[in-house]
């Protein structure tokens, strides 16, 4: 049930997420944590701290990041980039099934590609938790269930919703949110009293990015096929045939998350 994540594809995904990220959110959270004297972070799922490599440089405060992850062999590889001597780095093995917010007290929450994981369960106790501290959340490259390519393929649709289908099934931490994880997200903490803001932050991917097209499509092809296994060679066929478009620049790809910024309300 736990899925497994290779250092190698993180390694590959991280400057696609990173160019993918929302600007706009991160310019509200900046202004949010300026006038502090530090901020107390944990990083949820952080796997070998893509996160923390791409906020820690941006956020204008000294922090204290705390990642979070049950594989140590990603954690081992996270570590703080050189030039940012105020910054400080824990890493806790452990199970977010059975991880609690109240071990590092945070001001700020954040997980990047971890919210499509979870069940709405575990979302309700992130907010109580998020709530309870005051703190604010950023949650980003949450995989929205939109993909779409420049020329379509009369198959596209079916394995989208077939993926889809997949992303549901228990990743770990319960029936997964999937596709829906960010709306979901949005729901819950706007009635819990947050000031929410969502933004897009979708891959663009075209010839020049076949070595995360590769594995990507493959991912879908499996689970796809898992998922309908009576359709298993249509499924392959498509694979192969869509990653061929994509090599001849037939197709681009565009494959949708979205990024959420929830901010505590200061008048409550
Ligand atoms: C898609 S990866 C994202 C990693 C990292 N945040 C990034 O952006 O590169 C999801 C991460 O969540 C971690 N994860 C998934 N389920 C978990 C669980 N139940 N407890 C702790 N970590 C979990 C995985 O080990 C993996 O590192």
Redesign the pocket.
């Known amino acids: 049930m736990?899925?497994?994540?290779p250092a190698d594809w993180?390694t590959l995904?991280?400057p696609a997420?990173h160019a993918a990220r929302s600007e706009p959110l991160l310019d509200r959270l900046r202004d949010w944590c300026r006038d502090r004297e530090s901020l107390r972070i944990a990083?949820l799922?952080?796997?070998?701290g893509?996160?923390l490599r791409y906020l820690a440089p941006r956020l204008p405060v000294p922090q204290h990041w705390t990642l979070?992850?049950?594989?140590p062999d990603?954690l081992a590889l996270a570590s703080v980039p050189a030039s940012l001597p105020p910054t400080t780095l824990r890493t806790v093995c452990?199970?977010?099934?059975e991880?609690v917010l109240a071990t590092t007290a945070p001001e700020l929450v954040t997980?990047?590609?971890?919210l499509d994981?979870v069940s709405r369960h575990w979302l309700d106790r992130l907010v109580r938790g998020c709530l309870h501290h005051r703190a604010a959340a950023l949650l980003v490259?949450s995989y929205d269930g939109d993909v779409s390519w420049t020329a379509p393929d009369p198959e596209d649709a079916f394995v989208r919703a077939a993926v889809n289908e997949h992303q549901a099934r228990d990743?770990?931490?319960g029936a997964a949110l999937g596709p829906l994880a960010p709306v979901v997200a949005a729901d819950r903490f706007r009635a819990a009293g947050y000031r929410v803001w969502t933004e897009p932050s979708p891959w663009q991917i075209d010839a020049g990015a076949l070595a995360l097209a590769e594995p990507l499509v493959a991912g879908w092809v499996e689970a796809a096929a898992e998922q309908l296994p009576e359709a298993a060679v249509r499924i392959r066929d498509w694979g192969a045939r869509r990653l061929e478009d994509l090599r001849t620049g037939r197709t681009t790809l565009r494959v949708g998350h979205r990024d959420l910024l929830a901010l505590p309300d200061p008048d409550r």
Not at 45 to 48: H, K, Y
Not at 68 to 71: F, K
Not at 111 to 114: D, G, K, Q, T, Y
């Open positions: 736990n899925e497994r994540f993180l995904r991280e997420d990083d799922g952080a796997g070998t893509s996160n979070v992850d049950h594989d990603l452990a199970d977010l099934g991880w997980a990047s590609a971890l994981l490259l990743k770990g931490l």
